[in-house]
């Protein structure tokens, strides 16, 4: 396994501006989560999808963010109208969706800076 | 109350020390705890995985769950200065498909 990886590592843009993230998990991992952590906190949970099909979002996925995972591989995370609450470390897990021990690998996160 | 309570700390301690952090709980339908290390500026890494109460080893490191008393602890024997980091619990009530409720993570400087 290559590991969960991210791009991009780091976004500085300004806020109103519009932002796209994309996380590809490890190969043949049918679950893919998003979280958002804050400086000194523990990461919290955005949304999770199985395959291509988004099962939960968090109510910190306001109206303004939108997640797809349009062939059950790769995924993105968009911030429309950026605020600079929205500061933060983007987070994306996969795990394989098998019985038994089914654990969440990190990827190196997406640091956004909103201006 | 949050549902998962940790101390942030930050901890220090000399090289070779015994590390032990803690976390607790308020949801009685947690089951599957566990522990990530996360260095500055980078992604969590699994460390530990327990399901229920009970102890699991893993060289250094040690799991513990008291569900009774709804708290869980890690330690670390021999701490090195490579286990410089923040230590993040995490939780679900489920095994799979669910998000990981995390505590705020405990910071740990080991000087050698």
Known sequence: ?115 | QKEVEQDPGPLSVPEGAIVSLNCTYSNSAFQYFMWYRQYSRKGPELLMYTYSSGNKEDGRFTAQVDKSSKYISLFIRDSQPSDSATYLCAMSAWQAGTALIFGKGTTLSVSS
């Open chain 1, 1 to 115: 396994d290559t590991g969960v990886s991210q791009d991009p590592r780091h976004k500085i843009t300004k806020r109103g501006q519009n932002v796209t993230f994309r996380c590809d998990p490890i190969s043949e991992h049918n679950r893919l989560y998003w979280y958002r952590q804050t400086l000194g906190q523990g990461p919290e949970f955005l949304t999770y999808f199985q395959n291509e099909a988004q099962l939960e979002k968090s109510r910190l996925l306001s109206d303004r963010f939108s997640a797809e995972r349009p062939k059950g591989s790769f995924s993105t995370l968009e911030i429309q109208r950026t605020e600079q609450g929205d500061s933060a470390m983007y987070l994306c897990a996969s795990s394989p969706g098998r019985a038994g021990t089914d654990t969440q690998y990190f990827g190196p996160g997406t640091r956004l800076t909103v201006l």
